[in-house]
């Protein structure tokens, strides 16, 4: 897929926020952890800032996605704010398109709403998200089909999204395998896949994506953004031990443990076993979990994005002390500068 050279001058880079919950602290400190990363990267010129939905899960404060988005979208003035994703079978379809009418209305022109199929949780978690609605991911694509006739100007359905009617607000699939690649391509749709935890799968995804795309009037040919994990520092070695987090906070959802986001360790030897060490790595692959200096995520985002023809990469990171949090961004948007 390697048949273009392209640079960061080519394509946006945005913000993929879990809302970390910190080892001592809360999820309050987080949202205002939040704001100023979202302020932040606003300034450095980032496009988009994205948060996520989970439930049950200690270190991710972001389950009432659309309620901490108007919180981020009001302390921002520019950058477009979105879901990556609502999980939509989580949801009474009705609810997600009055939700974003409602923020769209709010904040118009900045709105995304990225769509997952997955829990974004464990079984039981899943089952009390679930237990009144009777639907199950099998029935993401008529959801989204719902979703879109709540968004038209002359809806289908006898109810109406009030707000949501009438507005557009762009609907991206976002997929860690091919359903939602497939679905994106027949739906014409823009299409966001996991590369930053399903590495393995994300060529095969992009090109089922855009050897299948269905042009519409909205979209006339595919759109495809990546997610990366990014945590970048002034020296390779500081950066090496700031990704201690995020390694730990693998761990920890591998052993079925999730827990708040613990601060960096000298020695990752001493918290996990080869076996768990080459589990973690597995999903932070080094092709798109990038550790280093400027030079070397550089590289590390260079070779990916020519590696899958991005159109826009969505960069994460979880890192624990906050000067670092903010440090990493600002050597990705040196890179930006520099391009």
Request: no cysteine.
């Amino acid at each position: 897929m390697t048949t273009k050279s392209k640079t960061f001058q080519n394509i946006p880079l945005s913000v993929l926020d879990l809302a970390a919950v910190k080892e001592g602290s809360n999820p309050r400190e987080s949202f205002q952890n939040s704001v100023q990363l979202a302020q932040h990267v606003e300034k450095l010129g980032f496009n988009r800032y994205w948060l996520a939905e989970h439930h049950n899960m200690p270190g991710i404060a972001s389950s009432a996605t659309s309620v901490i988005m108007g919180h981020i979208a009001e302390k921002t003035e520019r950058i477009r704010v979105g879901a990556g994703g609502i999980m939509l079978p989580n949801h009474a379809t009705i609810v997600i398109a009055e939700q974003f009418g409602t923020l769209e209305s709010l904040f118009p022109g900045r709105i995304d709403l990225g769509l997952g199929r997955a829990p974004g949780s464990d079984q039981a978690t899943a089952y009390a998200l679930r237990r009144t609605l009777g639907m199950s991911v099998e029935d993401f694509p008529m959801q989204v089909n719902e979703l879109q006739d709540y968004f038209s100007d002359e809806p289908v359905s006898r109810v109406k999204a009030v707000p949501g009617q009438g507005l557009d607000i762009p609907i991206w699939l976002l997929g860690s395998s091919d359903f939602s690649a497939r679905l994106a391509a027949q739906k014409g749709l823009a299409f966001s896949f996991a590369s930053h935890f399903a590495p393995a799968y994300t060529i095969p995804a992009l090109r089922l994506y855009r050897e299948n795309f269905q042009p519409t009037e909205k979209m006339e040919k595919p759109y495809a953004m990546v997610g990366v994990n990014v945590i970048a520092a002034d020296t390779d070695e500081k950066a090496q031990y700031i990704a201690t987090s995020q390694q730990q906070q693998f761990l920890s959802i591998r052993k079925g443990k999730p827990t708040k986001l613990q601060p960096p360790v000298e020695n990752m030897d001493e918290v996990w076993t080869p076996m768990e060490k080459a589990a973690v790595e597995q999903s932070l692959d080094p092709r798109t979990t990038i550790i280093g200096s400027k030079e070397t995520v550089r590289k590390g985002l260079e070779a990916f994005l020519n590696e899958t023809q991005a159109d826009e990469m969505i960069i994460s990171g979880q890192i624990y002390h906050m000067e670092d949090r903010l440090r990493s961004y600002e050597i990705v948007a040196e890179l930006m500068d520099e391009a």
